[in-house]
């Protein structure tokens, strides 16, 4: 009976000390464990260089890039008319191409976020808006800055291509320069702006509101295409546009080309 006590209490003891080395040990342990499962904080999202930080690839063709780049061969000739005025004013014959002049002259007399805003300012005051149906009977016509200003009207992408061509001769770095296509989501239609990298933020000079808007403020607009000096590039993040018959931004189904909003 002694014995028998004696292995009773032997054990007792030895699950006494069990019990109180997994109640020092066990809460230690778990927290090991947490601590090693706990996930690493997430590396910073990788954005593009280009507007609105997504990144977009470039299209080989297609009516998009045909339109684009029959701008840029008039452009050519555009530019050497603006040479000859720049150097002789009193013989130009184009006074499309002196108020043209004029506005980067002023333009080229700011600095910074001045220069922009002088520039968004100028061109549409200088543009009343106009769709392209009222003013050639087709949609989807793509004018030069002096052709625009000629008329004295245009639609949202004639006064992107302006803005494009004015900031660039008012000193504005052409890598800095963009035209980006986006969707409305409100109204439904697409619209094209012109935009400006200024101290590594994205400007969009749009022709409906005077005041420039970075970016990352945009509201109510999807990006779609992307412009600059080298050709057209589509948002790899953006979702296909919706087609109707006022809107043929489909290139990427149809390659038809872009018809914006006047506004």
Request: hydrophobic share 45%; proline share 5%.
């Given at each position: 009976?002694?014995?028998?006590?004696?292995?009773?209490?032997?054990?007792?003891?030895?699950?006494?000390?069990?019990?109180?080395?997994?109640?020092?040990?066990?809460?230690?342990?778990?927290?090991?464990?947490?601590?090693?499962?706990?996930a690493a904080p997430p590396d910073?999202?990788?954005?593009?260089?280009?507007?609105?930080?997504?990144?977009?690839?470039?299209?080989?063709?297609?009516?998009?890039?045909?339109?684009?780049q029959g701008v840029q061969r008039r452009l050519d000739d555009e530019m050497v008319q603006l040479a000859l005025?720049?150097?002789?004013?009193?013989?130009c014959a184009s006074p499309a191409a002196l108020q043209f002049l004029a506005i980067?002259?002023?333009?080229?007399?700011?600095?910074?976020?001045?220069?922009?805003?002088?520039?968004?300012?100028?061109?549409?005051?200088?543009?009343r808006p106009m769709g392209d149906l009222e003013q050639y009977g087709q949609i989807d016509v793509w004018s030069s800055p002096l052709a625009t200003l000629t008329r004295g009207a245009g639609d949202c992408e004639d006064y992107a291509i302006a803005k494009f061509i004015a900031?660039?001769?008012a000193g504005v770095s052409p890598d800095d320069l963009r035209i980006v296509i986006m969707r409305d989501t409100i109204r439904g239609e697409d619209h094209a702006v012109a935009a400006a990298r200024l101290n590594g933020q994205w400007l969009t000079l749009d022709n409906r509101r005077m005041a420039m808007v970075e970016d990352a403020q945009v509201r109510n607009y999807r990006?779609?295409?992307?412009?600059?000096?080298?050709?057209?590039?589509?948002?790899?993040?953006?979702?296909?546009?919706?087609?109707?018959?006022?809107?043929?931004?489909?290139?990427?189904?149809?390659?038809?080309?872009?018809?914006t909003s006047p506004m």
């Open positions: 009976m002694g014995k028998s006590g004696h292995s009773r209490g032997s054990r007792a003891v030895i699950l006494a000390v069990l019990a109180l080395g997994m109640a020092w040990f066990g809460p230690a342990a778990e927290l090991s464990a947490g601590t090693r499962n706990v910073p999202v990788e954005r593009s260089a280009e507007p609105f930080g997504l990144f977009a690839s470039h299209l080989a063709g297609g009516g998009l890039l045909a339109k684009w005025c720049e150097g002789d004013p009193d013989r980067v002259d002023v333009a080229r007399g700011r600095d910074g976020r001045a220069r922009l805003g002088e520039i968004n300012r100028a061109i549409n005051l200088a543009i900031l660039q001769r990006p779609s295409f992307v412009l600059d000096r080298d050709g057209v590039k589509r948002y790899q993040e953006a979702p296909m546009p919706v087609l109707s018959d006022r809107n043929l931004v489909s290139e990427a189904m149809s390659h038809s080309g872009i018809a």
